[in-house]
Each structure stands twice: as structure tokens, then as C-alpha cells.
């Protein structure tokens, strides 16, 4: 976490589906929680150029905050939608098509004390935390050109909203290159 979120640890992009990327996380990220993950994806999401690796992290994080979040247990709902930013959008993006990939949860909430800091390195509120999930999350999205916001109330819940850049690339399916 501590390469990727300094000035190393640049993405290796490829075009990928989030969609693919978002499954694969969150069931890895959620194995012996009683915390149950609902998933939510567009069937014509657009690709993304993406580092995969460095995706699924972010995913992970944000799944792993919820599922602590929700100690007696509950629901994680994560959407993945094709969004077009336009300027009317209170976003720091340029205009254009994004995919959104959502984290919801329905537990305690972050405080309005919290919430500015969240994304700043080495800030935790929590006993055995590091505070470099959220910022090594931010960073990753920041360096794929993309956003990070969050939504919270205590007591609640909290959604967090990542959006990425489509990208008009294809997707190379495996056993599709030639000669096989």
C-alpha cells in the first residue's frame, strides 16, 4: 500500500470490464464474513483502461471498510453503472463518459467530524487500522484519472462513489489472440 500510494506503483493499464474486476473482489474480500454482498451491473457497461491489480485493491479496501462498518453483520450493495460527467455535475472530472462503481453499506456511518479526513494518509479512526486504505484508495483513482466521493450519516451508512474513464478500447478475451 505504501508503493502504490507514493509516487511509485503507476498503473499498468489495460481495457478491462470493471463489472469482472468488482465480482472477483469482492467475493475474495468478503470469504468467512456474515456480511452478504448484492451486486448491481449495467449489461452494457462501456470498458475501462484500467490496472486491474491496483482496481481491485481499491475494491477490496472499500469492501473490507464496509463489511468492518456492519459488525452484526447486513448488506453491502455495489453498483456498477455507465455515467455520462457533464459540467452541471458538482464533480472535479472532466466531461465524458465515466463508469461508476458504488459501495454501499448499512452501517454505523462516518461523522461530519470524520468525513473531511478520511482520504488523508495516515488518518484512522479505527483500534487497528493504518489509515492508508482510503488514502491508497484515492490515490489509485486519482493516477487512472478518475474520482473518489463519499456519502455518510451516521447511523446509516455510507455509500462511496468511485468513477473511472471509459475508454472506446476493446477487451481481449483470453484464447481470442491469434493462433489459438
Known amino acids: ?32 464474513s456474515n456480511v452478504k454482498c448484492r451486486h448491481y451491473i449495467d449489461k452494457d457497461l462501456w470498458p475501462c483502461s484500467v490496472d486491474s491489480g491496483q482496481i481491485s485493491q481499491v475494491i477490496n479496501n472499500l469492501v ?43 452501517g454505523i456511518g462516518i461523522s461530519k467530524q470524520h468525513i473531511s479526513k478520511i482520504f488523508d494518509p495516515y488518518y484512522t479512526t479505527k483500534q487497528k487500522g493504518s489509515g492508508l486504505g482510503l488514502a491508497t484508495c484515492y490515490s489509485i483513482v486519482v493516477r487512472h484519472g478518475g474520482h473518489i466521493a463519499v ?8 455509500s462511496f462513489h468511485v468513477y473511472l474513464p471509459a475508454t472506446s478500447g476493446r477487451v481481449r478475451q483470453k484464447g481470442n489472440e491469434k493462433g489459438k
Not at 456519502?151 to 455510507?158: C, D, F, I, K, Q
Open 64 to 106: 473490507i471498510n464496509a463489511d468492518q462498518a456492519m459488525p452484526e453483520g447486513g448488506a453491502i450493495g455495489i453498483r456498477v453503472e455507465n455515467v455520462v460527467v457533464s459540467s452541471r455535475d458538482a464533480l472535479p472530472l472532466e466531461e465524458g463518459k465515466y463508469v461508476r462503481v458504488t459501495v454501499k453499506d448499512q
Open 151 to 158: 456519502e455518510s450519516e451516521p447511523g446509516v451508512g455510507t
Open 1 to 32: 500500500q505504501l508503493l502504490t500510494f507514493s509516487r511509485g506503483g503507476a498503473p499498468v493499464k489495460k481495457t478491462a470490464m470493471l463489472g469482472n474486476i468488482v465480482r472477483e473482489s469482492t467475493g475474495f474480500s468478503l470469504s468467512g
